[in-house]
């Protein structure tokens, strides 16, 4: 990322191979559409970052267990490059790539790449079943997704006022992205993780309409808190963040964190501090 004719590094999640485990079988190499692995020397590559998504779908076709996923610095995963490079492998690897964006709920990458594609003529329906059941992304349970919820507020009141306001998964702030689709144009919550259970309004007053993150400022590493909310400033467009905290004296090291975050961001963020009394009320 260039910021101000600087390139800046951010953390981000990218496949890990352990080469001596790796024997070599290419299994992976099929189920990685972006192009990012190939097998050199008799063992799998991570050839570019750039390629990498870091979501993982090749990790569940690798029989001796040598990929993983961490979290390092990288250079930022780039969409447009990674399409061009697939479109080379043909139709069936496009719709792969694209089905894979879809089920993660990636939907800025998944626009980015059918204007690629539009740009260069080629139609695609990712929509075709057919084309798309025997391609599993084989993807751990914490990928990120959206979560779109109806409720027909003309036949339950008590349904409305009850229903929960997550538009995401996962939440805590160790297992997210550090660039995701509920994250772009957002509001973004960022609580302590006793909020939720002390305030009963939780999700009708400070959830509702916004993405969230959640962490404990005391049994966590507050320092990586601050580094991952840089990234995740950095990476996308939030409109602002409201810090929900306890009344505790070791939840105030969320909210310098957020502010740290922020700073270290280069961004202009307004920041909303909630602090909740232990008996759930706001200060």
């Not at 005391?218 to 400033?233: H, P």
Request: proline residues 5%; positive net charge; charged residues 30%.
């Amino acid at each position: 990322m260039i910021y101000n004719g600087k390139e800046i590094k951010m953390k981000r999640k990218i496949i890990k191979i352990d080469e001596k485990k790796c024997n070599g079988c290419g299994l992976c190499i099929p189920n990685c559409p972006e192009g990012a692995l190939q097998i050199i020397d008799n063992k799998a590559r991570l050839i570019s970052d750039l390629f990498c998504d870091g979501l993982g779908a090749c990790i569940g076709h690798c029989p001796q267990g040598a990929i993983t996923t961490e979290e390092r610095e990288a250079k930022p995963y780039d969409e447009r490059k990674v399409m061009k490079n697939i479109v080379k492998a043909g139709k069936n690897t496009i719709i792969a790539h694209l089905k894979h964006l879809k089920d993660h709920g990636e939907i800025k990458y998944l626009d980015e790449a059918l204007e690629v594609l539009k740009e260069m003529g080629i139609e695609i329906n990712i929509v075709d079943e057919n084309k798309t059941k025997d391609l599993p992304c084989g993807c751990p349970s914490a990928a990120p997704r959206e979560i779109n919820k109806k409720v027909d507020v003309s036949k339950n009141t008590e349904q409305t006022s009850s229903a929960s306001a997550l538009r995401q998964w996962p939440v805590q702030l160790r297992l997210l992205p550090t660039q995701a689709s509920f994250f772009e144009n957002s509001h973004l919550l960022v609580a302590a993780d006793c909020v939720p259970f002390a305030n009963a309004n939780f999700h009708s007053k400070l959830l509702k309409g916004k993405s969230i993150v959640v962490g404990c400022p005391k049994l966590d590493d507050i320092e990586a808190y601050q580094e991952k909310l840089t990234e995740i400033f950095r990476n996308n467009k939030i409109k602002s963040v409201t810090v929900a905290i306890m009344e505790v004296p070791c939840c105030n090291g969320l909210y310098a964190a957020v502010e740290g975050a922020v700073k270290d961001a280069f961004k202009s963020i307004p920041i909303i501090k909630k602090v909740i009394k232990i008996n759930g009320e706001e200060v």
